[in-house]
T-cell receptor
Framework: GIQVEQSPPDLILQEGANSTLRCNFS?????LQWFHQNPWGQLINLFY???GTKQNGRLSATTVATERYSLLYISSSQTTDSGVYFC????????FGAGTTVTVRA | KAGVTQTPRYLIKTRGQQVTLSCSPI?????VSWYQQTPGQGLQFLFE???????NKGNFPGRFSGRQFSNSRSEMNVSTLELGDSALYLC??????????????FGPGTRLTVL
């Protein structure tokens, strides 16, 4: 199956800082999604982005499918951005990375 | 539109018992997938149902089973529970076409504790 690697595993930020999370995948994909897992465990959709760049408020994502990676940018971080961020790619199922745990300190 | 719903939200069982979890997809969605999340193994795919048929299955023992009803609601069952089955079980639904390019939307999960 497709291997998905996320880095860094942990990220500690001061409120207002910017950050970049990376997702590498081992094969070409039809679908790549970024999720934020809230403290209660629910996976919240951030982006569906098999290629190109998208922005949603302070978050943006870029996927370079030919080079098999995706980046998630968090700008002007807030404490509510804390949590675990997952990328997931699809062959016949979602294959998840191990996640990046983001902690934003006030 | 209402999101994906899962019931119950929390369950405590003892070893050897069985458990049934329920998932109602977003209205109009015909594909339902189940995932298990544990601290050690992360998020792992259990199975996927589309139009009442199991279309794909992950690498889990036969104690894990599921089904889908004509209204697209899905249930998963775990028999002869083991301590290692303690996990967050997440259900996801995707749109009518069921293609791999469809966005998947997750429910809030059922947290199962096996004592």
């Amino acid at each position: 199956g497709i291997q998905v690697e996320q880095s860094p595993p942990d990220l500690i930020l001061q409120e207002g800082a910017n950050s970049t999370l990376r997702c590498n995948f081992s094969d070409s994909v039809n679908n790549l999604q970024w999720f934020h897992q809230n403290p209660w465990g629910q996976l919240i959709n951030l982006f569906y982005i098999p290629s190109g760049t998208k922005q949603n408020g302070r978050l943006s994502a870029t996927t370079v499918a030919t080079e098999r990676y995706s980046l998630l940018y968090i700008s002007s971080s807030q404490t509510t951005d804390s949590g675990v961020y997952f990328c997931a790619v699809v062959d016949y199922k979602l294959s998840f990375g191990a996640g990046t745990t983001v902690t934003v300190r006030a | 539109k209402a999101g994906v719903t899962q019931t119950p939200r929390y369950l405590i069982k003892t070893r050897g018992q069985q458990v049934t979890l329920s998932c109602s997809p977003i209205s109009g969605h015909r594909s339902v997938s189940w995932y298990q999340q544990t601290p050690g193994q992360g998020l792992q795919f259990l199975f996927e149902y589309f139009s009442e048929t199991q279309r794909n299955k992950g690498n889990f023992p036969g104690r894990f089973s599921g089904r889908q009803f004509s209204n697209s609601r899905s249930e998963m069952n775990v028999s002869t529970l083991e301590l290692g089955d303690s996990a967050l079980y997440l259900c996801a639904s995707s749109s009518a076409s069921g293609a791999s390019t469809d966005t998947q939307y997750f429910g809030p999960g059922t947290r199962l504790t096996v004592l």
